[in-house]
């Protein structure tokens, strides 16, 4: 079945420092593929999202491309602050209407001034 | 747009005993989700509707939980005979027509 694996965390950096949280996935289809941050004691938000080959999504200075040759989808930012300490979760959704999100299992960032 | 909504936000219960929450979707969207969260884990779906229409069941969800959405509008999902395993974030999450999730910001259950 569909899965996704992002490398784990926790990853510590100091502000303005680069980030990458790696992500890859399988699937049997064509999925769209997002990142989704969650602050502590709060609920999802979608960061940002790609639906096809060779998108990129971008907000909030993060980005991420859709490599299909190499099932990807790495999160960057060129300069992280100390409001981005977060967990991060990379997901798929295949295409089918109603297909629910699959998640990877998070990575924890942290970081501090 | 009041975006989604969980009541209760924290349950603490006693083993053996029924939990029932709530989840109030964004009102345009048909499709609702529930998913729940453990400790370090990402999300893990459970359920969904499209309306009314429960359409899938994950393998997770075990006998003793149940989700309706009475008219399309809000769901509930009751876990009975609650277990310490069940202890979790249990997660609702909308959806519109272009892949728009959003989710709301969990019912936390504790069982001792």
């Given at each position: ?23 890859t ?7 769209s ?22 998108d ?16 990807s ?7 992280v ?15 089918q209407?109603?297909?629910?999100l ?9 970081v501090?001034? | ?8 936000r ?29 400790l ?11 309306n ?28 009975q ?17 272009y ?14």
């Open positions: 079945g569909d899965s996704v694996t992002q490398m784990e965390g926790p990853v510590t950096l100091s502000e303005e420092a680069f980030l990458t949280i790696n992500c996935y399988t699937a049997t289809g064509y999925p593929l997002f990142w989704y941050v969650q602050y502590p004691g709060e609920g999802l938000q979608l960061l940002l999202k790609a639906t096809k080959a060779d990129k999504g971008s907000n909030k200075g993060f980005e991420a491309t859709y490599r299909k040759e190499t099932t989808f790495h999160l960057e930012k060129g300069s602050q100390v409001s981005d300490s977060a967990v991060y979760f990379c997901a798929l959704s295949e295409r209407a109603g297909t629910a699959i998640f990877g299992k998070g990575t924890t960032l942290s501090s001034s | 747009d009041t975006g989604v909504s969980q009541n209760p924290h349950k603490i219960t006693k083993r053996g005993q029924n939990v029932t929450f709530r989840c109030d979707p964004i009102s345009e969207h048909n499709r609702l989700y529930w998913y729940r969260q453990t370090g884990q990402g999300p893990e779906f459970l359920t969904y509707f499209q009314e229409a429960q359409l899938e069941k994950s393998r997770l969800l075990s006998d003793r939980f149940s989700a309706e959405r009475p008219k399309g509008s809000f769901s509930t999902l009751e876990i005979r609650t277990e310490q395993g069940d202890s979790a974030m249990y997660l609702c999450a909308s959806r519109g027509d892949y728009g999730y959003t989710f709301g910001s969990g019912t936390r259950l504790t069982v001792v």
